[in-house]
């Protein structure tokens, strides 16, 4: 088992950046790793994700080229560094952790969830 929890976000204006922090306890941080947000009224949706050693990373093409995933096995930490933020970026923000080898879009492939930090982007 696993506990992550989500810190660093905030209200910004749009065109602002903002650095969210997953910290992972309770186990060896041996996992693949994505960021999902869910925004009011919609369905969750997949952001970022990274394999286990932190070589490949895929991205919703909504973030592509302003979002970036990084993690720090070290510290058994992940990031999300968001830049040229939109209102539309506006949500709460999950990261998530799975035991499997795909590192995806897809929920399933995630075994363990954070509670979510809020990030508000202003216009």
């Known amino acids: 088992q696993v506990q992550l929890v989500e810190s660093g976000g905030g209200l910004v204006q749009a065109g602002g950046s903002l650095r969210l922090s997953c910290a992972a306890s309770g186990r060896t941080f041996n996992y693949v790793m994505g960021w999902f947000r869910q925004a009011p009224g919609k369905a969750r949706e997949f952001v970022a994700a990274m394999n286990r050693i932190g070589g490949s990373t895929y991205y919703s093409d909504s973030v592509k080229g302003r979002f970036t995933i990084s993690r720090d096995n070290a510290k058994s930490t992940l990031y999300l560094q968001m830049s040229s933020l939109k209102p539309e970026d506006t949500a709460v923000y999950y990261c998530?952790?799975?035991?499997?080898?795909?590192?995806?879009?897809?929920?399933?492939?995630?075994?363990?969830w954070g509670q979510g930090t809020q990030v508000t982007v202003s216009s």
């Open positions: 998530a952790a799975g035991d499997g080898s795909m590192f995806n879009r897809e929920e399933p492939s995630y075994n363990y």
